[in-house]
């Protein structure tokens, strides 16, 4: 099982770039880097997924080193609705991993 | 675009009380999963499900605990015998993928007096 480790809480301005990384030193070969967002009162949402380099979406980039050990998401120009809890999971596409949540970041965008 | 919807949003019971909590799934995913999150804590897996079967389930789930898809689109979660503990918010979740890019519901609050 793949432990992963990220900050408690991060707190940034409207406007401003916005990264989270995820520690995961024992990342296994099979393993995918999955981030969730979880806003008040609602259930998390699928956001990115990445297995090596970077990958980028709508919302969100993903950056991998190249020795996996960690991750880091990056949000680009974030708003007050950015505003949420940020999960790193770490398991195969098809792994149980996948099912288990930490305790996520949570982002704090201040005006 | 499709999405996962939960019935009630939220659940007021007595201590030893039976509850059903309600979940209609994406219409063309396979696998579906009920999540907790007690307030101000993490979002704990419950069990996942596919095929009518239960695939995965965590400690959490025990005899109190089970889960049926009753017809083709609903997703049921029932507490035999409610706890003050089992009060929070339940999720539902589904996917096209085993475990992978879940798409979660709105959630059922279950308070428990």
């Known amino acids: 099982l793949a432990k992963t480790t990220q900050p408690i809480s991060m707190d940034s301005y409207e406007g401003q770039e916005v990264n989270i990384t995820c520690s995961h030193n024992n990342i296994a070969t099979n393993d995918y880097i999955t981030w969730y967002q979880q806003f008040p009162s609602q259930g998390p949402r699928f956001i990115i997924q990445g297995y090596k380099t970077k990958v980028t979406n709508e919302v969100a980039s993903l950056f991998i080193p190249a020795d996996r050990k960690s991750s880091t998401l990056s949000l680009p120009r974030v708003s007050l609705s950015d505003t949420a809890v940020y999960y790193c999971l770490v398991g195969e596409q098809t792994g149980a991993n996948n099912l288990f949540f930490g305790t996520g970041t949570r982002l704090t965008v201040i005006p | 675009e499709p999405e996962v919807t939960q019935t009630p949003s939220h659940q007021v019971t007595q201590m030893g009380q039976e509850v059903i909590l309600r979940c209609v799934p994406i219409?063309?995913?396979?696998?579906f999963y009920w999540y907790r999150q007690i307030l101000g804590q993490k979002v704990e897996f419950l069990v996942s499900?596919?095929?009518?079967?239960?695939?995965?389930k965590s400690e959490i789930f025990d005899d109190q605990f089970s889960v049926e898809r009753p017809d083709g689109s609903n997703f049921t979660l029932k507490i035999r015998s409610t706890k003050l503990e089992d009060s929070a918010m339940y999720f539902c979740a589904s996917s096209d993928a085993l475990y992978n890019e879940q798409f979660f519901g709105p959630g059922t609050r279950l308070t428990v007096l």
């Open positions: 219409s063309n995913h396979l696998y």
């Open positions: 499900f596919y095929n009518n079967e239960i695939s995965e």
